[in-house]
Nanobody, 124 residues
Framework: QVQLVESGGGLVQAGGSLRLSCAAS????????LAWFRQSPGTEREFVAA????????QYADSVKGRFTVSRDNAKSTVYLQMNSLALDDSAVYHC?????????????????WGQGTQVTVSS
């Protein structure tokens, strides 16, 4: 069992940057594959980025490639999402997710644990 708590969201102007954090409690953080998803009102939760348990393998949604970077610090049991060049349509609630695995996935149904989310609002 792991509990995930996101932080770092807020209001930012278009073109700006934010760094989200997701802190995990519980044991064996290093065994978890981790991901970020986002959801806007009236839309499905969509994949943003994922990272393998060793941090070597990452994957991104096409819409954020080159702008967002996912990373993790296993010593701090934390996963990060650095978001640069933010655009209006990046506004959403961002959730982190976890599953004990050696692989990663873009499928939200695959993940077992979820955080409550942190709101990101990009203004013009």
């Amino acid at each position: 069992q792991v509990q995930l708590v996101e932080s770092g969201g807020g209001l930012v102007q278009a073109g700006g940057s934010l760094r989200l954090s997701c802190a995990a409690s519980g044991r064996a953080f290093i065994t978890y594959s981790l991901a970020w998803f986002r959801q806007s009102p009236g839309t499905e939760r969509e994949f943003v980025a994922a990272i393998s348990r060793g941090g070597v393998v990452t994957q991104y949604a096409d819409s954020v490639k080159g702008r967002f970077t996912v990373s993790r610090d296993n010593a701090k049991s934390t996963v990060y999402l650095q978001m640069n060049s933010l655009a209006l349509d990046d506004s959403a609630v961002y959730h982190c997710a976890a599953r004990t695995s050696t692989v990663i996935s873009t499928n939200k149904e695959w993940y077992d644990y979820w955080g409550q989310g942190t709101q990101v609002t990009v203004s013009s």
